[in-house]
T-cell receptor
Framework: LAKTTQPISMDSYEGQEVNITCSHNNIATNDYITWYQQFPSQGPRFIIQ???TKVTNEVASLFIPADRKSSTLSLPRVSLSDTAVYYCLVGDNDSSNTGKLIFGQGTTLQVKP | NAGVTQTPKFQVLKTGQSMTLQCAQD?????MYWYRQDPGMGLRLIYYSASEGTTDKGEVPNGYNVSRLNKREFSLRLESAAPSQTSVYFC?????????????FGDGTRLSIL
């Protein structure tokens, strides 16, 4: 049973803003929402994390509506180097142990010149 | 500060051979994880260790065993390798197992089983 749902792929052009939405209907009250980025032949890298409303860092913004059943990762003015797979991660609230964190299927972002 | 270190980076095995993948972290994290990633797919959790002395099964534990040797080290063992276990294996660690703590990943071990 998938815990998150993301688009499989997205295309964009350099300089555009990219928004990737993740659905997580079963998010638990205490769960945070975390996004990772993965380049080929590398391990995933933490991008941003939030609990509610909006979070911004030097790389991205994360928008979380009041019901927390979805979240949107926003990448401003993407470049070719932002081509990667992006994963949305929330806690597995079906598990008896909150150590079980389930990755979604990821969104492959292709940035074109 | 090395973060999460995995060894070896590459390995080729024959069906039926055994092997242990090593993982060490130097961030004093309590929780550690082993994932596998198959081509074109996301990461699937094999085993995790919420804290030193504890381990628990993840999504795809069959064919694997783990040992949390101490707080720093978490190893993954394939007792009798099978071609279906050809994959890239990632180790990760976090402050603890709650989702509020980001996971830090190693660069992976690429394992091929013939």
């Amino acid at each position: 049973l998938a815990k998150t749902t993301q688009p499989i792929s997205m295309d964009s052009y350099e300089g555009q803003e990219v928004n990737i939405t993740c659905s997580h209907n079963n998010i638990a009250t205490n769960d945070y929402i975390t996004w990772y980025q993965q380049f080929p032949s590398q391990g995933p890298r933490f991008i941003i994390q939030g609990y509610k409303t909006k979070v911004t860092n030097e790389v991205a913004s994360l928008f979380i509506p009041a019901d927390r059943k979805s979240s949107t990762l926003s990448l401003p003015r993407v470049s070719l180097s932002d081509t990667a797979v992006y994963y949305c991660l929330v806690g597995d609230n079906d598990s008896s142990n909150t150590g079980k964190l389930i990755f979604g299927q990821g969104t492959t972002l292709q940035v074109k010149p | 500060n090395a973060g999460v270190t995995q060894t070896p980076k590459f390995q080729v095995l024959k069906t039926g051979q055994s092997m242990t993948l090593q993982c060490a972290q130097d961030m004093n994290h309590n929780s550690m994880y082993w994932y596998r990633q198959d081509p074109g797919m996301g990461l699937r959790l094999i085993y995790y260790s919420a804290s030193e002395g504890t381990t628990d099964k993840g999504e795809v534990p069959n064919g694997y065993n783990v040992s949390r040797l101490n707080k720093r080290e978490f190893s993954l063992r394939l007792e009798s390798a099978a071609p279906s276990q050809t994959s890239v294996y990632f180790c990760a660690s976090s402050e603890d197992g709650q989702s509020g703590w980001p996971q830090h990943f190693g660069d992976g071990t690429r394992l091929s089983i013939l």
